[in-house]
């Protein structure tokens, strides 16, 4: 029985009913739709591209040829298959692009172009949902320990904690302050991401120094994922002394001279030698006075070993230990003492 093709009526072997030159005049190597889109966060610019959001800045030919790619069918008759795309216009947020495929079919090589169109779609990232709903998933709490802040420390941790924000949110979009609370006793700072708020306390305490604490509730459960939800609470607690006040520890009294991230050290107005502290230590240290309570006195007499003031409370005549580092004192020059416990300190000033 003789079959001629269904278009040309030309006689020779038949594919699908078409000859070959019909059938790969008429054949589709895809099936693609009138557009496609893919979507553009409306705030943050970011691009959902494979099912992920990802800050690109700009829509990028991949990103084009993924949205393309995800809505197109390939003829499975087609083998060998290249496919690329071509942006040919941009119009606001449409782009016109055009399809072109490489294949094999029935051992021919052809080549086919198909014109599609892009739609930019705008949505909203999960980040940018968070941040605008309030989300948070921490509490930075800055604290100072038996006293209230100093407003020249709140001014400096305010500085600090939004240069670190905006370090941070370079690589973290959830690294932001939703509220910043001021309590009777402290501040507090709403911080979208725990690792930020938990990476800000730990180089505020460089900083300041101080003792970090934390602690984490439940506030919530995430059905999809059949997991609880917790929020953190990390304390920076500033030691209840600053730089020239006077602690107690194990029987010492202790000038502090600097304050630092593992430990502050200053010095021991019994011996005149240096002591550092670990933080650790902390609760076992009480502030015993202040540079405020620091007061001038005049030196009477000196001896190889001692060094003669009055008691600058009742002129009583007080002879104290002298150290290497007062040889160069004076009688009749003035100089600073400090009374802790009904005892006197000579108190060297720095040079």
């Known amino acids: 029985m003789i079959m001629f093709c269904l278009l040309c009526d030309s006689e020779e072997k038949l594919?699908?009913?078409?000859?070959?030159?019909?059938?790969?005049?008429?054949?589709?190597?895809?099936?693609?739709?009138?557009?496609?889109?893919?979507?553009?966060?409306?705030?943050?610019?970011?691009?959902?591209?494979?099912?992920?959001?990802?800050?690109?800045?700009?829509?990028?030919?991949?990103?084009?040829?993924?949205?393309?790619?995800?809505?197109?069918?390939?003829?499975?008759?087609l083998e060998d298959v290249d496919i690329y795309t071509e942006i040919t216009n941009n119009r606001g947020t449409v782009?016109?692009?055009?399809?072109?495929?490489?294949?094999?079919?029935?051992?021919?090589?052809?080549?086919?172009?198909?014109?599609?169109?892009?739609k930019v779609e705008k949505g909203v990232c999960p980040d940018c949902s968070k941040?605008?709903?309030?989300?948070?998933?921490?509490?930075?709490?800055?604290?100072?320990?038996?006293?209230?802040?100093?407003?020249?420390?709140?001014?400096?941790a305010d500085e600090f904690i939004a240069n670190e924000i905006q370090r941070l949110c370079k690589t973290n979009k959830l690294a932001y302050v939703t509220e910043r609370i001021v309590l009777k006793e402290g501040i507090d700072y709403q911080v979208g991401s725990y690792n930020a708020a938990h990476k800000i306390v730990v180089n505020l305490q460089k900083q300041f120094g101080g003792?970090?604490?934390e602690s984490r509730k439940i506030v919530g459960h995430d059905k999809s994922r059949s997991k609880d939800l917790y929020r953190s609470w990390v304390l920076l607690r500033l030691p209840s002394f600053n730089k020239n006040d006077f602690i107690e520890y194990e029987d010492k009294v202790i000038k502090i001279e600097k304050i630092g991230s593992h430990k502050f050290s200053g010095i021991n107005l019994d011996t005149y030698t240096a002591e550092s502290i670990s933080w650790k230590e902390?609760?076992?240290?009480?502030?015993?006075?202040?540079?405020?309570?620091?007061?001038?006195?005049?030196i009477t007499n000196i001896t190889p070993n001692e060094i003669q003031v009055l008691d600058p409370d009742n002129y009583d005549t007080v002879d104290l230990k002298k150290f290497d580092v007062m040889d160069k004192l004076n009688i009749g020059a003035e100089i600073d003492v400090i009374k802790i416990n009904n005892r006197l300190y000579l108190l060297m000033n720095e040079e």
């Not at 605008?132 to 400096?156: C, F, N, P, T």
Request: glycine share 4%; aromatic share 10%; charged share 30%.
């Open 95 to 118: 782009y016109e692009c055009i399809i072109h495929v490489n294949g094999n079919v029935i051992n021919t090589e052809i080549s086919k172009e198909y014109p599609i169109e892009v």
């Open 15 to 77: 594919y699908d009913g078409l000859c070959k030159s019909c059938f790969l005049k008429e054949f589709e190597a895809l099936k693609i739709p009138e557009y496609t889109t893919f979507t553009v966060c409306s705030h943050c610019g970011a691009t959902l591209k494979k099912n992920k959001w990802q800050q690109v800045g700009y829509f990028d030919d991949e990103i084009i040829n993924d949205a393309i790619q995800k809505n197109i069918e390939v003829n499975p008759k």
């Open 211 to 213: 003792i970090i604490t």
């Open 282 to 298: 902390y609760d076992n240290i009480k502030k015993v006075a202040q540079i405020d309570d620091i007061k001038k006195t005049t």
């Open 131 to 156: 941040f605008h709903s309030g989300y948070y998933e921490a509490v930075i709490q800055l604290r100072a320990d038996d006293r209230k802040l100093r407003d020249d420390e709140i001014k400096e």
